[in-house]
Protein backbone atom coordinates (compact mmCIF):
# COMPACT_ATOMS: atom_id res chain seq x y z
CA UNK A 1 0.00 0.00 0.00
CA UNK A 2 0.93 3.70 -1.13
CA UNK A 3 2.53 5.63 2.12
CA UNK A 4 -0.12 8.16 0.42
CA UNK A 5 -2.79 6.03 1.87
CA UNK A 6 -1.27 6.34 5.28
CA UNK A 7 -0.76 10.11 5.00
CA UNK A 8 -4.50 10.66 4.15
CA UNK A 9 -5.07 8.61 7.04
CA UNK A 10 -3.46 10.01 9.81
CA UNK A 11 -4.46 13.82 8.09
CA UNK A 12 -8.37 12.34 9.09
CA UNK A 13 -7.56 10.86 12.58
CA UNK A 14 -5.67 14.21 13.47
CA UNK A 15 -8.76 16.70 11.88
CA UNK A 16 -10.94 14.51 14.46
CA UNK A 17 -8.47 14.91 17.37
CA UNK A 18 -8.36 18.89 16.69
CA UNK A 19 -5.51 21.60 17.41
CA UNK A 20 -4.43 21.74 21.25
CA UNK A 21 -4.91 17.48 21.68
CA UNK A 22 -2.36 14.69 20.75
CA UNK A 23 -2.67 10.34 20.03
CA UNK A 24 -0.61 8.03 20.91
CA UNK A 25 -0.13 4.40 19.77
CA UNK A 26 2.22 1.96 20.36
CA UNK A 27 3.28 -1.06 18.09
CA UNK A 28 3.19 -4.82 18.64
CA UNK A 29 5.56 -6.63 20.81
CA UNK A 30 8.21 -9.47 19.91
CA UNK A 31 6.73 -12.67 21.90
CA UNK A 32 9.18 -15.23 22.72
CA UNK A 33 7.83 -18.72 21.28
CA UNK A 34 10.26 -20.84 23.17
CA UNK A 35 13.80 -20.22 24.76
CA UNK A 36 15.18 -17.47 21.92
CA UNK A 37 12.95 -18.39 19.12
CA UNK A 38 10.23 -15.68 18.65
CA UNK A 39 6.80 -16.03 17.14
CA UNK A 40 6.94 -14.47 13.90
CA UNK A 41 5.90 -10.96 13.89
CA UNK A 42 2.46 -9.48 13.12
CA UNK A 43 2.17 -5.49 13.37
CA UNK A 44 -0.92 -4.33 15.55
CA UNK A 45 -3.38 -3.40 12.91
CA UNK A 46 -4.47 -0.18 14.11
CA UNK A 47 -0.61 1.26 14.58
CA UNK A 48 -0.12 -0.10 11.11
CA UNK A 49 -3.31 1.53 9.49
CA UNK A 50 -2.11 4.47 10.47
CA UNK A 51 1.76 3.84 9.92
CA UNK A 52 2.67 1.10 7.39
CA UNK A 53 5.42 0.70 9.95
CA UNK A 54 6.35 -3.25 9.98
CA UNK A 55 8.71 -2.99 13.32
CA UNK A 56 8.02 -3.31 16.57
CA UNK A 57 9.32 -1.21 20.03
CA UNK A 58 7.73 1.65 18.22
CA UNK A 59 5.45 4.32 18.98
CA UNK A 60 3.60 6.71 16.68
CA UNK A 61 2.86 10.21 17.94
CA UNK A 62 -0.09 12.60 16.33
CA UNK A 63 0.25 16.39 17.24
CA UNK A 64 -2.14 18.63 14.93
CA UNK A 65 -0.86 22.17 14.52
CA UNK A 66 2.82 21.07 15.70
CA UNK A 67 5.57 23.31 13.92
CA UNK A 68 8.06 21.10 14.09
CA UNK A 69 5.81 18.35 12.59
CA UNK A 70 2.80 16.58 13.37
CA UNK A 71 3.69 12.74 12.80
CA UNK A 72 6.37 11.84 14.99
CA UNK A 73 7.83 8.17 15.44
CA UNK A 74 9.77 6.86 18.00
CA UNK A 75 11.70 3.13 16.77
CA UNK A 76 14.86 1.15 17.08
CA UNK A 77 17.76 2.97 15.92
CA UNK A 78 19.27 1.56 12.78
CA UNK A 79 21.80 -1.02 14.87
CA UNK A 80 24.76 -2.72 11.52
CA UNK A 81 24.46 -6.11 13.81
CA UNK A 82 21.05 -6.62 13.80
CA UNK A 83 20.82 -5.71 10.28
CA UNK A 84 23.36 -8.69 9.70
CA UNK A 85 21.49 -11.28 11.80
CA UNK A 86 18.07 -10.09 11.29
CA UNK A 87 17.89 -8.11 8.64
CA UNK A 88 17.23 -4.60 7.33
CA UNK A 89 14.63 -2.33 9.57
CA UNK A 90 14.59 1.43 9.11
CA UNK A 91 16.37 3.53 11.85
CA UNK A 92 15.27 7.33 12.58
CA UNK A 93 16.71 7.90 8.97
CA UNK A 94 14.29 5.35 7.26
CA UNK A 95 11.32 6.38 9.36
CA UNK A 96 11.22 9.78 7.74
CA UNK A 97 12.52 9.28 4.51
CA UNK A 98 9.94 5.97 3.73
CA UNK A 99 7.21 5.80 6.34
CA UNK A 100 6.79 9.85 6.12
CA UNK A 101 7.49 10.74 9.74
CA UNK A 102 7.99 14.52 10.49
CA UNK A 103 10.30 13.55 12.78
CA UNK A 104 11.58 10.40 14.36
CA UNK A 105 13.47 9.67 17.65
CA UNK A 106 15.38 6.70 19.05
CA UNK A 107 12.35 4.87 20.84
CA UNK A 108 14.75 4.44 24.53
CA UNK A 109 14.89 8.17 24.59
CA UNK A 110 10.70 7.94 24.88
CA UNK A 111 11.36 9.24 28.99
CA UNK A 112 13.21 11.93 27.62
CA UNK A 113 11.26 13.35 24.88
CA UNK A 114 7.73 12.68 25.20
CA UNK A 115 6.69 14.12 28.60
CA UNK A 116 7.23 17.48 27.17
CA UNK A 117 5.15 16.82 24.22
CA UNK A 118 2.36 16.56 26.37
CA UNK A 119 2.39 19.55 28.07
CA UNK A 120 -0.35 22.07 27.56
CA UNK A 121 -2.33 19.61 25.54
CA UNK A 122 -6.14 19.10 26.86
CA UNK A 123 -6.67 16.00 25.95
CA UNK A 124 -4.87 12.77 25.46
CA UNK A 125 -6.08 10.22 23.01
CA UNK A 126 -5.04 6.37 23.41
CA UNK A 127 -5.55 2.90 23.46
CA UNK A 128 -6.50 2.96 26.88
CA UNK A 129 -5.41 -0.85 28.92
CA UNK A 130 -4.11 -2.58 25.71
CA UNK A 131 -0.52 -2.32 27.23
CA UNK A 132 -0.64 -1.99 30.33
CA UNK A 133 3.40 -1.17 30.79
CA UNK A 134 2.62 1.77 28.13
CA UNK A 135 -0.44 2.65 30.42
CA UNK A 136 1.86 3.24 33.52
CA UNK A 137 4.22 5.27 32.04
CA UNK A 138 1.87 7.34 30.71
CA UNK A 139 0.36 8.42 33.87
CA UNK A 140 3.47 8.62 35.08
CA UNK A 141 4.16 11.26 32.18
CA UNK A 142 1.37 13.10 33.11
CA UNK A 143 1.71 13.21 36.89
CA UNK A 144 4.97 14.44 36.19
CA UNK A 145 4.15 17.27 34.41
CA UNK A 146 1.54 18.19 36.95
CA UNK A 147 3.77 18.06 39.94
CA UNK A 148 5.48 20.92 38.06
CA UNK A 149 2.32 22.99 38.16
CA UNK A 150 3.76 25.77 40.22
CA UNK A 151 6.67 26.22 37.30
CA UNK A 152 4.01 26.48 34.87
CA UNK A 153 3.20 23.22 33.19
CA UNK A 154 -0.07 22.67 32.48
CA UNK A 155 -1.08 18.80 32.37
CA UNK A 156 -3.27 17.16 30.09
CA UNK A 157 -7.09 17.07 31.75
CA UNK A 158 -8.60 14.40 29.31
CA UNK A 159 -7.59 10.65 28.88
CA UNK A 160 -9.78 9.75 25.81
CA UNK A 161 -9.74 6.33 23.93
CA UNK A 162 -8.26 6.79 20.58
CA UNK A 163 -10.45 2.86 19.82
CA UNK A 164 -14.06 4.70 18.88
CA UNK A 165 -12.49 7.25 16.52
CA UNK A 166 -9.80 4.99 15.11
CA UNK A 167 -12.33 1.63 14.83
CA UNK A 168 -14.98 3.97 13.15
CA UNK A 169 -12.56 4.93 10.77
CA UNK A 170 -11.59 1.32 9.71
CA UNK A 171 -15.03 0.71 9.15
CA UNK A 172 -15.09 1.67 6.09
CA UNK A 173 -13.09 0.52 3.76
CA UNK A 174 -11.13 2.41 1.20
CA UNK A 175 -10.31 1.39 -2.72
CA UNK A 176 -7.04 0.84 -1.79
CA UNK A 177 -8.18 -1.48 1.19
CA UNK A 178 -10.05 -2.93 -0.88
CA UNK A 179 -7.99 -3.56 -3.73
CA UNK A 180 -6.09 -5.92 -0.76
CA UNK A 181 -9.16 -7.60 0.18
CA UNK A 182 -9.73 -8.37 -3.16
CA UNK A 183 -6.62 -10.23 -3.56
CA UNK A 184 -7.13 -12.00 -0.27
CA UNK A 185 -10.20 -13.03 -1.17
CA UNK A 186 -9.33 -14.12 -5.10
CA UNK A 187 -6.27 -16.27 -3.15
CA UNK A 188 -8.55 -17.65 -0.63
CA UNK A 189 -11.48 -18.91 -2.92
CA UNK A 190 -8.97 -20.48 -5.72
CA UNK A 191 -7.11 -22.31 -2.50
CA UNK A 192 -10.71 -23.52 -1.18
CA UNK A 193 -11.22 -24.77 -4.70
CA UNK A 194 -7.71 -26.60 -4.47
CA UNK A 195 -9.02 -28.05 -1.43
CA UNK A 196 -11.94 -29.29 -2.53
CA UNK A 197 -10.36 -31.06 -5.61
CA UNK A 198 -7.70 -32.89 -3.85
CA UNK A 199 -10.06 -34.53 -1.03
CA UNK A 200 -10.51 -37.82 -0.85
CA UNK A 201 -10.96 -40.61 1.91
CA UNK A 202 -8.21 -41.96 3.77
CA UNK A 203 -6.55 -38.46 3.35
CA UNK A 204 -6.06 -36.58 7.37
CA UNK A 205 -7.44 -33.20 8.05
CA UNK A 206 -4.22 -31.45 8.29
CA UNK A 207 -3.55 -32.54 4.68
CA UNK A 208 -6.20 -30.49 3.30
CA UNK A 209 -4.88 -27.79 5.68
CA UNK A 210 -1.43 -27.84 3.96
CA UNK A 211 -3.17 -27.77 0.39
CA UNK A 212 -5.11 -24.48 1.53
CA UNK A 213 -1.40 -22.77 3.29
CA UNK A 214 0.76 -24.08 -0.39
CA UNK A 215 -1.84 -22.33 -2.57
CA UNK A 216 -1.84 -19.32 -0.02
CA UNK A 217 2.34 -19.33 -0.06
CA UNK A 218 2.78 -19.82 -3.78
CA UNK A 219 0.40 -16.52 -4.46
CA UNK A 220 2.86 -14.54 -2.08
CA UNK A 221 0.67 -14.85 1.16
CA UNK A 222 2.38 -16.02 3.56
CA UNK A 223 0.23 -15.37 6.34
CA UNK A 224 -2.88 -17.15 7.43
CA UNK A 225 -5.68 -14.61 8.57
CA UNK A 226 -6.64 -16.56 11.34
CA UNK A 227 -5.61 -20.94 12.12
CA UNK A 228 -7.48 -22.49 9.41
CA UNK A 229 -10.25 -25.10 10.92
CA UNK A 230 -10.14 -28.31 8.91
CA UNK A 231 -13.18 -30.40 10.30
CA UNK A 232 -14.19 -33.75 9.17
CA UNK A 233 -17.30 -35.65 9.98
CA UNK A 234 -18.40 -34.50 13.72
CA UNK A 235 -15.84 -32.23 14.29
CA UNK A 236 -17.46 -29.60 12.63
CA UNK A 237 -20.11 -29.29 15.37
CA UNK A 238 -17.15 -27.73 17.23
CA UNK A 239 -17.26 -24.25 16.07
CA UNK A 240 -13.33 -23.16 16.54
CA UNK A 241 -12.04 -26.64 15.39
CA UNK A 242 -8.16 -26.17 15.17
CA UNK A 243 -6.24 -29.79 15.63
CA UNK A 244 -6.95 -30.73 11.85
CA UNK A 245 -5.80 -34.39 13.11
CA UNK A 246 -8.88 -36.28 11.66
CA UNK A 247 -9.21 -38.89 9.27
CA UNK A 248 -11.29 -38.04 5.83
CA UNK A 249 -14.23 -41.11 5.83
CA UNK A 250 -16.43 -41.25 3.28
CA UNK A 251 -20.25 -40.52 4.17
CA UNK A 252 -18.92 -37.62 5.96
CA UNK A 253 -18.94 -33.67 5.75
CA UNK A 254 -15.34 -31.67 5.69
CA UNK A 255 -15.95 -28.37 6.56
CA UNK A 256 -13.13 -25.58 6.07
CA UNK A 257 -13.26 -22.39 7.40
CA UNK A 258 -9.73 -20.45 6.05
CA UNK A 259 -8.79 -17.28 4.66
CA UNK A 260 -5.49 -16.01 3.92
CA UNK A 261 -4.09 -12.40 4.75
CA UNK A 262 -2.73 -10.06 2.03
CA UNK A 263 -1.00 -7.00 3.30
CA UNK A 264 -2.52 -7.36 6.89
CA UNK A 265 -6.06 -7.53 5.55
CA UNK A 266 -8.06 -10.79 5.89
CA UNK A 267 -10.25 -13.33 3.55
CA UNK A 268 -12.79 -15.49 5.87
CA UNK A 269 -14.44 -18.12 3.66
CA UNK A 270 -16.21 -21.26 4.56
CA UNK A 271 -17.23 -24.29 2.64
CA UNK A 272 -18.58 -27.65 3.72
CA UNK A 273 -18.57 -30.84 1.00
CA UNK A 274 -18.98 -34.46 1.21
CA UNK A 275 -15.81 -35.84 1.33
CA UNK A 276 -16.61 -39.01 -1.31
CA UNK A 277 -17.84 -36.24 -3.87
CA UNK A 278 -21.58 -36.56 -3.24
CA UNK A 279 -23.81 -35.57 -0.32
CA UNK A 280 -25.85 -38.42 1.04
CA UNK A 281 -29.88 -37.34 1.25
CA UNK A 282 -29.63 -35.88 4.82
CA UNK A 283 -26.91 -33.73 4.20
CA UNK A 284 -28.30 -32.68 1.33
CA UNK A 285 -31.44 -31.63 2.81
CA UNK A 286 -29.69 -29.49 5.78
CA UNK A 287 -27.21 -28.18 3.34
CA UNK A 288 -29.65 -26.61 1.19
CA UNK A 289 -31.04 -24.85 4.26
CA UNK A 290 -28.27 -23.66 5.25
CA UNK A 291 -27.50 -22.32 1.83
CA UNK A 292 -31.07 -20.74 1.37
CA UNK A 293 -30.67 -19.21 4.80
CA UNK A 294 -27.54 -17.90 3.52
CA UNK A 295 -28.95 -16.36 0.52
CA UNK A 296 -31.47 -14.66 2.24
CA UNK A 297 -29.43 -13.10 4.80
CA UNK A 298 -27.13 -11.59 1.77
CA UNK A 299 -29.95 -10.23 -0.11
CA UNK A 300 -30.72 -7.80 3.55
CA UNK A 301 -27.22 -6.35 2.65
CA UNK A 302 -27.73 -3.06 1.28
CA UNK A 303 -27.41 0.42 2.69
CA UNK A 304 -30.31 1.61 5.09
CA UNK A 305 -30.43 -2.14 6.44
CA UNK A 306 -29.89 -3.02 9.79
CA UNK A 307 -26.66 -4.80 11.02
CA UNK A 308 -29.06 -7.45 12.25
CA UNK A 309 -31.42 -7.71 9.16
CA UNK A 310 -29.02 -10.43 7.81
CA UNK A 311 -28.68 -12.58 10.72
CA UNK A 312 -32.85 -12.49 11.66
CA UNK A 313 -33.39 -13.61 7.89
CA UNK A 314 -31.21 -16.52 8.26
CA UNK A 315 -32.87 -17.57 11.57
CA UNK A 316 -36.32 -17.29 10.14
CA UNK A 317 -35.15 -19.75 7.33
CA UNK A 318 -33.90 -21.99 9.34
CA UNK A 319 -36.81 -22.33 12.16
CA UNK A 320 -38.77 -22.79 9.41
CA UNK A 321 -36.67 -25.51 8.05
CA UNK A 322 -36.08 -27.35 11.25
CA UNK A 323 -39.92 -27.15 11.66
CA UNK A 324 -40.58 -28.24 8.55
CA UNK A 325 -37.85 -31.60 8.92
CA UNK A 326 -39.55 -32.14 12.54
CA UNK A 327 -36.20 -31.21 14.25
CA UNK A 328 -38.16 -28.42 15.95
CA UNK A 329 -41.96 -28.15 16.97
CA UNK A 330 -44.33 -24.98 17.57
CA UNK A 331 -44.88 -22.27 15.67
CA UNK A 332 -41.92 -20.26 14.05
CA UNK A 333 -42.71 -16.55 15.72
CA UNK A 334 -42.82 -18.31 19.26
CA UNK A 335 -39.65 -20.74 18.26
CA UNK A 336 -37.44 -17.55 16.97
CA UNK A 337 -38.70 -15.09 19.90
CA UNK A 338 -37.25 -17.85 23.10
CA UNK A 339 -34.38 -18.97 20.95
CA UNK A 340 -35.55 -22.48 20.18
CA UNK A 341 -32.99 -22.81 17.16
CA UNK A 342 -30.13 -22.18 19.28
CA UNK A 343 -28.91 -25.89 20.39
CA UNK A 344 -28.14 -26.07 16.26
CA UNK A 345 -27.82 -22.80 15.04
CA UNK A 346 -25.87 -20.25 18.47
CA UNK A 347 -23.71 -18.24 16.51
CA UNK A 348 -24.81 -14.50 14.83
CA UNK A 349 -24.86 -15.13 10.83
CA UNK A 350 -21.59 -12.09 10.42
CA UNK A 351 -19.39 -10.11 12.01
CA UNK A 352 -17.55 -6.99 10.17
CA UNK A 353 -14.26 -7.96 8.03
CA UNK A 354 -10.94 -5.83 7.16
CA UNK A 355 -7.29 -5.98 8.87
CA UNK A 356 -8.71 -8.50 11.72
CA UNK A 357 -10.70 -11.16 10.92
CA UNK A 358 -13.07 -10.41 13.62
CA UNK A 359 -12.61 -6.51 13.14
CA UNK A 360 -13.56 -3.62 14.63
CA UNK A 361 -16.32 -1.10 14.71
CA UNK A 362 -19.51 -0.70 16.49
CA UNK A 363 -22.38 -3.01 15.97
CA UNK A 364 -24.39 -1.08 17.93
CA UNK A 365 -25.25 3.05 18.30
CA UNK A 366 -26.92 4.29 20.82
CA UNK A 367 -28.38 0.69 21.57
CA UNK A 368 -29.87 0.66 18.35
CA UNK A 369 -28.70 -2.32 15.77
CA UNK A 370 -26.82 0.24 13.61
CA UNK A 371 -27.38 1.26 9.48
CA UNK A 372 -25.25 -0.64 6.92
CA UNK A 373 -23.47 2.01 4.37
CA UNK A 374 -21.44 1.71 2.00
CA UNK A 375 -17.96 0.91 2.22
CA UNK A 376 -18.51 -1.67 5.20
CA UNK A 377 -17.65 -5.32 4.61
CA UNK A 378 -18.85 -7.98 6.50
CA UNK A 379 -19.57 -11.45 6.55
CA UNK A 380 -22.04 -13.91 5.89
CA UNK A 381 -21.96 -17.44 7.53
CA UNK A 382 -25.43 -19.09 8.63
CA UNK A 383 -24.91 -23.09 9.93
CA UNK A 384 -26.03 -25.81 11.68
CA UNK A 385 -24.67 -27.87 14.19
CA UNK A 386 -26.29 -31.15 15.04
CA UNK A 387 -24.23 -33.26 17.83
CA UNK A 388 -23.52 -36.71 17.72
CA UNK A 389 -25.05 -37.79 20.80
CA UNK A 390 -28.39 -35.26 20.23
CA UNK A 391 -30.83 -37.77 21.40
CA UNK A 392 -33.48 -35.38 20.54
CA UNK A 393 -33.87 -36.00 16.66
CA UNK A 394 -33.74 -38.44 14.33
CA UNK A 395 -30.50 -40.46 14.21
CA UNK A 396 -29.95 -39.73 10.61
CA UNK A 397 -29.22 -36.20 11.29
CA UNK A 398 -26.49 -36.72 14.02
CA UNK A 399 -23.30 -35.63 14.06
CA UNK A 400 -23.68 -33.30 10.91
CA UNK A 401 -22.22 -29.72 10.91
CA UNK A 402 -21.84 -27.30 8.06
CA UNK A 403 -21.92 -23.74 7.63
CA UNK A 404 -21.34 -21.26 4.63
CA UNK A 405 -19.20 -18.28 4.57
CA UNK A 406 -18.66 -15.86 2.26
CA UNK A 407 -17.28 -11.74 2.67
CA UNK A 408 -19.99 -8.94 1.13
CA UNK A 409 -18.98 -5.54 0.84
CA UNK A 410 -22.31 -2.94 1.15
CA UNK A 411 -21.97 -0.67 -2.35
CA UNK A 412 -24.05 2.02 -2.90
CA UNK A 413 -26.75 0.26 -4.85
CA UNK A 414 -26.53 -2.41 -2.85
CA UNK A 415 -23.81 -5.40 -2.48
CA UNK A 416 -20.86 -7.62 -3.60
CA UNK A 417 -19.74 -10.81 -2.73
CA UNK A 418 -15.99 -11.07 -3.01
CA UNK A 419 -15.77 -14.48 -2.54
CA UNK A 420 -18.08 -15.58 -5.48
CA UNK A 421 -14.74 -17.70 -6.93
CA UNK A 422 -16.25 -21.04 -4.50
CA UNK A 423 -18.85 -23.33 -5.47
CA UNK A 424 -21.38 -23.30 -3.01
CA UNK A 425 -24.35 -24.78 -4.59
CA UNK A 426 -25.26 -28.65 -4.21
CA UNK A 427 -24.84 -29.18 -8.43
CA UNK A 428 -21.86 -27.15 -8.22
CA UNK A 429 -19.58 -28.58 -5.89
CA UNK A 430 -20.38 -32.29 -7.04
CA UNK A 431 -19.97 -31.22 -10.48
CA UNK A 432 -15.99 -29.76 -9.31
CA UNK A 433 -15.39 -33.09 -7.27
CA UNK A 434 -15.99 -34.98 -9.87
CA UNK A 435 -13.33 -33.53 -12.27
CA UNK A 436 -10.23 -35.18 -10.96
Same mark, same amino acid.
Given at each position: ???????????? +????????????????????????????????????? !????????? +?????????????? !????????????????????????????????????????????? +??? =???????? #??? /?????????????? %???????????????????????? %???????????????????? &?????????? =?? #?? @???????????????? #??? &??? @???? *???????????????????????????????????????????? /??? #? %??????????????? &????????????????? /????????????? *????? +???????????????????????????????? *???????????????????????????? &?????????????????????????????????? *???????????????
Amino acid at each position: MKQTEFKKRRKQ +LMQRIGIGNIALIGSASMHTRNRDVDYPFRQDSDFYY !LTGFNEPDS +LAVFIPGREQGEYI !LFCREFDEKKALWEGAHAGLEGATQHYDADDAFPIADLDDILPSM +LEA =KTKVFYPI #GRD /PELDHSLLEWINHI %RNQSRSGLIAPGELISLDHILHEM %RLFKSAAELKLMRRAAEVSA &AAHVKAMQSC =KA #GM @YEYQIEAELVYHFIQC #GLR &AVA @YPSI *VAAGKNACTLHYTENTGKLKNGDLLLIDAGAECDHYAADITRTF /PIS #G %RFSEPQKILYQLVLD &AQTAAIEQIQPGSSWIA /PHDAAVEVITKGL *VSLGL +LKGRVKNLIKKEKYKPFYMHRTGHWLGMDVHD *VGDYKINQEWRVLEAGMLLTVEPGLYIP &ADCKTVDEKWRGIGMRIEDDVLVTAKGHEILTGG *VPKTIADIEALMQVN
